[in-house]
């Protein structure tokens, strides 16, 4: 039996798996980079009559887009839609 034991082999640990690593997602612009995209579209005719005007009030509104915190979720959740519907 001891001779059994001997010629068993060692005893060998699972290999222990590393941690995954998430995958890079593409950053999300920011709005005021969203914006000022959109506002790179007016006059081009990648717009319809609606957006314009919707772009243009936003886009003035925010200071060409750097003062974003004063617009309201609808306006925010309308300006992500019209940007992944031309960029996204």
Known sequence: MEEEL???P???EPAKAEPAK???AEPK???G???KQL???LNMGQLNQWE???VQKIYIFTKGGDVTTGL???QLMKLEQIYRQRFG
């Open 72 to 74: 309201s979720e609808d």
């Open 52 to 54: 314009q005007g919707f």
């Open 33 to 35: 980079t969203m914006l």
């Open 29 to 31: 612009p920011g709005h």
């Open 10 to 12: 060692a005893k060998v």
């Open 22 to 24: 998430p995958a890079k």
């Open 6 to 8: 001997k010629k068993a």
């Open 39 to 41: 506002a790179g579209l």
